[in-house]
């Protein structure tokens, strides 16, 4: 999913951006905590990126989670994923939560976040959400499916939605009935038509 994460910074310039490029990262760190302050979410996001992904600062991936949180604050929808893999994983000095990447997760999934929508169908495959409810796990992958049907071709993280390598939908059916997977089918369209209609 390392492609996926590369691509959710947005495309859009936030100072602090050009000192990244040129490997001065505490140059960066300043100048996006800055912006952060300031009330910039995407600045907030890059923040959290510096101690989470590299290259970037020396890992601290609880200070990641400070700023990502403070990115969702300001109305950053990505840093939903970014916390939920961190608390999934269990990474660096944040142990794992399954409770909080779930929530995580979820609250990007219902903001249209593709990459949230995957992982939460498959933490319900892998049965590491509070309650089993594998209708909910494939309607989450229904959804996201469609989603990423929908995008260019040369979209590296849709593309990888639409492979599953991590086998959620197998996972999944082959624990459901038909009218468990129907149920699924269904509500992902009703999903899917509520979320149109909330766009207009």
Partial sequence: MVLAAL????????????ARRGAHFEQAA???????????????????????????????????????KRAIELGDIPSNWFLGVIYRDGTGNVPRNDALAEYYFLQG???????????????FAENRTKESNDVQGLMWL?????????????????QYILRDP????????ARM?????QTAKM????????WHQKQK
């Fill in 30 to 68: 300043a100048l996006y905590e800055a912006g952060a302050r300031q009330g910039d979410p995407l600045a907030a996001q890059k923040l959290g990126n510096l101690y989470n992904l590299r290259p970037g600062l020396p890992e601290n991936h609880e200070l990641a989670v400070r700023w990502y």
């Fill in 142 to 158: 229904e959804i996201v499916t469609t989603f990423a049907t929908n995008c260019p071709a040369s979209n590296e993280g849709c």
């Fill in 7 to 18: 691509s959710l910074a947005a495309c859009s310039t936030t100072p602090g951006d050009a």
């Fill in 187 to 194: 509500l992902a369209d009703d999903w899917i038509k509520d």
């Fill in 109 to 123: 999934a219902q903001k249209g976040q593709h990459y949230s929508m995957y992982d939460l169908a498959n933490m």
């Fill in 177 to 181: 009935n038909p009218d468990q997977r």
């Fill in 166 to 173: 991590k086998k959620v939908r197998a996972t999944l059916t």
